[in-house]
């Protein structure tokens, strides 16, 4: 499969990269500072640009099969970043015939997180949760089939593939998920078809 990733010198996006060159697949990084993309590999094709320019993204997803998007908020403040990328990349899918996206948001996006530490996550993370939900209300406008990733806190945790998933609100009393579990759920639903149009709250 051709896959582009936005956000790929995150944490999440890296494991993406990492984890879909392994299985085979042809990957391109589109990232703002090449320099903080890791090693290089046959399979990898990087691609430097900004995702709020409209014509630099449409020109990168040029002949790719599906979008990956890890792209995150810089700091607490109100922004609406998120969604002018989602925009733009919602756009260019559109140009390029491309109907398939995996997205990750964040838990809290759908104030599904109960008791305390919904009340704080929705106060603390007001402004980034509401660029993520504002970003996923435009996915959802566009004639894509897409899944959208809701993971409680990150951490570096190493692979495990045994995680929890909860389609509703997040998975009972879960809190944390690895960066290199979210992407291994980002990429087996691509592969295997797999929550197509659904939005998946993931913790351990």
Do not use: W
């Not at 879909?20 to 042809?26: K, M, V, W, Y």
């Not at 990150?154 to 998975?171: F, G, V």
């Amino acid at each position: 499969m051709k896959v582009i990733v936005f956000g790929a010198t995150g944490g999440t996006g890296n494991e993406v990269i990492k984890q879909a060159l392994a299985d085979g697949h042809e990957i391109t990084a589109f990232v703002r500072n090449p320099s903080k993309l890791n090693g290089d590999h046959p399979l990898l094709t990087t691609i430097q640009g900004d995702a709020l320019n409209a014509k630099e993204v449409e020109g990168a997803l040029a002949g790719q099969e599906a979008v990956i998007s890890c792209l995150g908020s810089d700091g607490l403040k109100e922004t609406t970043v998120l969604t002018a990328m989602t925009k733009n990349i919602l756009t260019a899918m559109n140009t390029h015939h491309i109907d398939r996206i995996a997205y990750v948001a964040s838990a809290g996006i759908h104030k599904e997180i109960p008791g305390i530490q919904g009340k704080l996550a929705q106060f603390i993370l007001r402004n980034v949760l509401r660029d993520h939900r504002n970003a996923v209300e435009e996915i959802k406008k566009h004639n894509v089939r897409y899944t959208i990733a809701r993971p409680m806190q990150l951490t570096t945790q190493p692979l495990s593939k045994t995680y929890r998933q909860d389609p509703d609100s997040i998975p009972d009393k879960g809190r944390k998920i690895g960066r290199a579990d979210v992407a291994h759920f980002l990429i087996q639903s691509l592969l295997q078809e797999k929550h197509i149009n659904e939005s998946i709250g993931l913790a351990y």
